[in-house]
T-cell receptor
Framework: AQSVTQLGSHVSVSEGALVLLRCNYSSSVPPYLFWYVQYPNQGLQLLLKYTSAATLVKGINGFEAEFKKSETSFHLTKPSAHMSDAAEYFCAVTSNTGNQFYFGTGTSLTVIP | DSGVTQTPKHLITATGQRVTLRCSPRSGDLSVYWYQQSLDQGLQFLIQYYNGEERAKGNILERFSAQQFPDLHSELNLSSLELGDSALYFC??????????????FGEGSRLTVL
């Protein structure tokens, strides 16, 4: 089965600083990779997804992620953090059949004014 | 708005009781997934249904059961409730067929509090 590791359960950045949230998946290349965001008291929303069309994926709210097969990584970045980015972020991958989803344990992002 | 509807949004009940959570997937989505989110366990996959049939089972307790009806809505039944069952329960749906986008669309969750 696939697995996902998110390094750092809590990340703090200053407003305007670079956001980097790390995600590594297990060795077999999954069909789809995702980043979801969860704001307080809300459900998860899709930020972006990788479907093998391009290794650099752009998502909503200025976020992007790069798929690196050699590093089995799919890290999420944003050049300049905004206060509204404070939320929980989840990385997820699908099974090889594409119909089962495996989520990381989440990273809580705090943005310091 | 993801298009996935969950009811009720909040539920408070006592230990030993039984509750039913309901989910209506996005129009056209055949797969429904149930997740439990708690502070100490994170986001845990419970069970998946595809077009009325159980497809995958995760960390679902025997006290819990689910089903998907012909109109594709799903219900999660939680019985003999314990304090530790207090959590946010999410339903998600996906297209899950060739040519589909592949992502999960989440509802806003049902927050269960067991007293």
């Amino acid at each position: 089965a696939q697995s996902v590791t998110q390094l750092g359960s809590h990340v703090s950045v200053s407003e305007g600083a670079l956001v980097l949230l790390r995600c590594n998946y297990s060795s077999s290349v999954p069909p789809y990779l995702f980043w979801y965001v969860q704001y307080p008291n809300q459900g998860l929303q899709l930020l972006l997804k990788y479907t093998s069309a391009a290794t650099l994926v752009k998502g909503i709210n200025g976020f992007e992620a790069e798929f690196k097969k050699s590093e089995t990584s799919f890290h999420l970045t944003k050049p300049s953090a905004h206060m509204s980015d404070a939320a929980e972020y989840f990385c997820a991958v699908t099974s090889n059949t594409g119909n089962q989803f495996y989520f990381g344990t989440g990273t809580s992002l705090t943005v310091i004014p | 708005d993801s298009g996935v509807t969950q009811t009720p949004k909040h539920l408070i009940t006592a230990t030993g009781q039984r509750v039913t959570l309901r989910c209506s997937p996005r129009s056209g989505d055949l797969s429904v997934y149930w997740y439990q989110q708690s502070l100490d366990q994170g986001l845990q996959f419970l069970i998946q249904y595809y077009n009325g049939e159980e497809r995958a089972k995760g960390n679902i307790l025997e006290r819990f059961s689910a089903q998907q009806f012909p109109d594709l809505h799903s219900e999660l039944n939680l019985s003999s409730l314990e304090l530790g069952d207090s959590a946010l329960y999410f339903c998600a749906s996906s297209v899950d067929r060739p040519g589909g986008s592949g992502e999960l669309f989440f509802g806003e969750g049902s927050r269960l509090t067991v007293l």
